[in-house]
C-alpha cells in the first residue's frame, strides 16, 4: 500500500558502530513462503517472516485470491487453497512498491481463468511489466495496461494454459519465477531457460513444497523443468535472515572508523552472496563465523570491522545478478574506499524500485564525489576513508535500497547526510533506524 507524506531523515558521523545486529527475515523468501503456502492445501507454518510492507501486501493479496493468512504469536499461518485453487479476487490488488510482489502474483494467476487487476505506489506503476507478461501470454494469458506496459493492469488468465518453454531475455528472478508459478495450474512440463544464474529460491522452495522439477547447466543456459499440477504437500519454514538487509550494518561497519560489528544467521546462497565476496576482493575485514547449513541453505554469522585499506575494484559482471540488489551501498563503500571501483553489466539497476545508477551518481555527486555512468555501467573514484563531504538531501525516489545507502553515507561522511523520504525503508527493513542506533549511529 502507498505510504504517507515524506518522512525526511538524517544521518550524521557516527562514533563506533558495535555490537550485534539481528536483521529481518529474506525479503524473497518471504514473499515466495506466502504465495506457495495459498497455493497449498493445508497449514503451512512460517517463522522469520520478514513484515516489512513488501511482505504484508503480499499477505493482503494471498487472502484476496482465497487463502487464509493469519499470525498467531510469532508465527504465520497459511491455509492455502491448492494448485489451480485460487478464487477471483473482488477487489484491484495493490501491490505498493512490490516489483516482486506484482511479478511472482501475475505468474500464480496468470493459468486461472478470471481477471486479476493489478496496481501498486507511484514507483511500481513506472516499473516495466512486459518482461512478465510476454511469456505469460505464451500460457495464454492476456494482459491490458497503460501505455509502455505499466500498471495499473488487467492480466485475464487462461483457462485453459498450455505449458511453455521459455528462455528468459533479461537475467530476473522475478521474470523465472512468474513463470513457473504460472507452470504450476498448467499441465504438462513448463520450461524457463536462464543464460545466468539468478537467485534460486523459487526453485529450491518449490522442490521443498513437492513439486517435480530439475535444474541442469547446460551450453544454452540453466535449464529449470517444472512438472505442472502437482498436489504441493504444507511446509514448515523458518525464513533465514536477509543478506540484502545485512549488507547494511556490515558496510556501515566497514566504513565507520573503529567500528566492529557481528550481523548473525545470514543466508550466503551463493546466488544472493555477490556482494560480500565483491568487499572481500576489495581488502574488507568480513569474515564468516559458525559456517553451517540451516534448511538446505548455506548461513553464517558475519563479522565487519571497520577496514580503511580497501581499494577499488572492478566487480565482475558475471556476479552482477549475485549482488543485484547490493550495488547503492556498494557504491557508499566505494567512496570511502581508495581508487576507482567500476561496476558493469548493470542495467537492471536502472529499472529497479528507481533508476538506481542515476540516484545514486547524483547524490554522490553532490556529496563531492566523481561519479561517471552510462548505459550499463558507472564508476565511482573513491575518496580514502573519511574523504567524503557529505552535506546534501538526497532524493530517494520511493526507493528504500537508496535511502539506507544514503543514510549510511551520512555515518561516515565529514558533514551529515539527509533523505528526503525515510518511509519506504518500512517496505524490506522496518527496524533500520533502531538497529543502526542500536550499534551506535546518530539520525535526527
Ligand atoms: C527478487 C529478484 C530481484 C531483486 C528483487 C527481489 C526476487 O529482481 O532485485 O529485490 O525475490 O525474485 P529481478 O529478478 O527483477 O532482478
Given at each position: 500500500m502507498s505510504h504517507g507524506p515524506a518522512t525526511p531523515l538524517t544521518a550524521a558521523a557516527a562514533g563506533p558502530l558495535t555490537g550485534t545486529a539481528h536483521v529481518p527475515g529474506d525479503k524473497s523468501i518471504s514473499h515466495r513462503s506466502l504465495i506457495l503456502g495459498a497455493m497449498t492445501v493445508g497449514e503451512t507454518r512460517v517463522t522469520g517472516l520478514l513484515e516489512g510492507q513488501d511482505v504484508l501486501d503480499t499477505g493482503r493479496a494471498m487472502r484476496a485470491f482465497g487463502a487464509q493468512v493469519e499470525k498467531q504469536g510469532d508465527t504465520w499461518v497459511i491455509h492455502g487453497v491448492g494448485?489451480?485453487?485460487?478464487?477471483?479476487?473482488?477487489?484491484?490488488?495493490?501491490?505498493?512498491?512490490?516489483?516482486?510482489?506484482?511479478?511472482?502474483?501475475?505468474?500464480?494467476?496468470?493459468?486461472?481463468?478470471?481477471?486479476?487487476?493489478?496496481?501498486?505506489?507511484?514507483?511500481?506503476?513506472?516499473?516495466?511489466?512486459?518482461?512478465?507478461?510476454?511469456?505469460?501470454?505464451?500460457?495464454?494469458?492476456?494482459?491490458?495496461?497503460?501505455?509502455?506496459?505499466?500498471?495499473?493492469?488487467?492480466?485475464?488468465?487462461?483457462?485453459?494454459?498450455?505449458?511453455?518453454?521459455?528462455?528468459?531475455?533479461?537475467?530476473?528472478?522475478?521474470?523465472?519465477?512468474?513463470?513457473?508459478?504460472?507452470?504450476?495450474?498448467?499441465?504438462?512440463?513448463?520450461?524457463?531457460?536462464?543464460?545466468?544464474?539468478?537467485?534460486?529460491?523459487?526453485?529450491?522452495?518449490?522442490?521443498?513444497?513437492?513439486?517435480?522439477?530439475?535444474?541442469?547447466?547446460?551450453?544454452?543456459?540453466?535449464?529449470?523443468?517444472?512438472?505442472?499440477?502437482?498436489?504441493?504437500?504444507?511446509?514448515?519454514?523458518?525464513?533465514?535472515?536477509?543478506?540484502?538487509?545485512?549488507?547494511?550494518?556490515?558496510?556501515?561497519?566497514?566504513?565507520?572508523?573503529?567500528?566492529?560489528?557481528?550481523?548473525?544467521?545470514?543466508?550466503?546462497?551463493?546466488?544472493?552472496?555477490?556482494?560480500?565476496?565483491?568487499?572481500?576482493?576489495?581488502?574488507?575485514?568480513?569474515?564468516?563465523?559458525?559456517?553451517?547449513?540451516?534448511?538446505?541453505?548455506?548461513?553464517?554469522?558475519?563479522?565487519?570491522?571497520?577496514?580503511?585499506?580497501?581499494?577499488?575494484?572492478?566487480?565482475?559482471?558475471?556476479?552482477?545478478?549475485?549482488?543485484?540488489?547490493?550495488?547503492?551501498?556498494?557504491?557508499?563503500?566505494?567512496?570511502?574506499?581508495?581508487?576507482?571501483?567500476?561496476?558493469?553489466g548493470v542495467k537492471e539497476l536502472r529499472v529497479k524500485e528507481s533508476d538506481r545508477i542515476d540516484a545514486m551518481a547524483t547524490g554522490l555527486r553532490d556529496a563531492g564525489v566523481t561519479v561517471r555512468d552510462g548505459a550499463d555501467w558507472w564508476k565511482v573514484e573513491g575518496r580514502g576513508p573519511g574523504g567524503v563531504t557529505g552535506g546534501i538531501t538526497a532524493a530517494t525516489h520511493l526507493d528504500h535500497r537508496i535511502a539506507m545507502s544514503f543514510l549510511i553515507l551520512g555515518m561516515a561522511s565529514q558533514k551529515p547526510v539527509t533523505v528526503d523520504d525515510a518511509g519506504p525503508i518500512a517496505t524490506s527493513f522496518p527496524i533500520f533506524r533502531d538497529l543502526m542506533t542500536a550499534l551506535g549511529a546518530t539520525f535526527s
Open positions: 494448485t489451480g485453487g485460487l478464487a477471483e479476487p473482488e477487489d484491484v490488488i495493490d501491490c505498493g512498491n512490490s516489483g516482486t510482489g506484482v511479478r511472482l502474483l501475475m505468474g500464480a494467476a496468470a493459468t486461472h481463468g478470471f481477471a486479476v487487476t493489478y496496481t501498486g505506489d507511484a514507483s511500481l506503476r513506472s516499473r516495466p511489466m512486459a518482461r512478465v507478461t510476454d511469456p505469460l501470454a505464451l500460457f495464454g494469458a492476456r494482459a491490458y495496461g497503460r501505455s509502455g506496459g505499466r500498471l495499473p493492469m488487467t492480466v485475464v488468465g487462461a483457462a485453459e494454459p498450455v505449458p511453455v518453454r521459455y528462455v528468459t531475455p533479461v537475467p530476473s528472478a522475478q521474470v523465472k519465477s512468474a513463470v513457473l508459478l504460472a507452470g504450476l495450474n498448467a499441465p504438462g512440463e513448463t520450461v524457463v531457460i536462464e543464460r545466468e544464474a539468478t537467485r534460486d529460491h523459487s526453485e529450491r522452495m518449490l522442490r521443498g513444497f513437492g513439486a517435480e522439477i530439475t535444474v541442469e547447466d547446460t551450453s544454452e543456459g540453466r535449464v529449470i523443468a517444472l512438472t505442472g499440477q502437482p498436489e504441493l504437500r504444507p511446509q514448515t519454514i523458518v525464513v533465514p535472515r536477509d543478506p540484502s538487509s545485512a549488507a547494511f550494518p556490515v558496510c556501515a561497519a566497514l566504513i565507520v572508523p573503529g567500528s566492529d560489528v557481528l550481523v548473525p544467521n545470514i543466508g550466503l546462497n551463493p546466488t544472493r552472496a555477490g556482494l560480500f565476496e565483491t568487499l572481500r576482493d576489495m581488502g574488507a575485514d568480513l569474515t564468516y563465523e559458525n559456517a553451517r547449513e540451516e534448511g538446505g541453505e548455506p548461513v553464517a554469522d558475519l563479522r565487519a570491522r571497520f577496514s580503511p585499506a580497501m581499494k577499488g575494484i572492478e566487480v565482475p559482471p558475471e556476479r552482477a545478478a549475485s549482488m543485484i540488489d547490493e550495488y547503492p551501498i556498494l557504491s557508499v563503500v566505494a567512496a570511502n574506499a581508495e581508487g576507482t571501483t567500476v561496476m558493469r
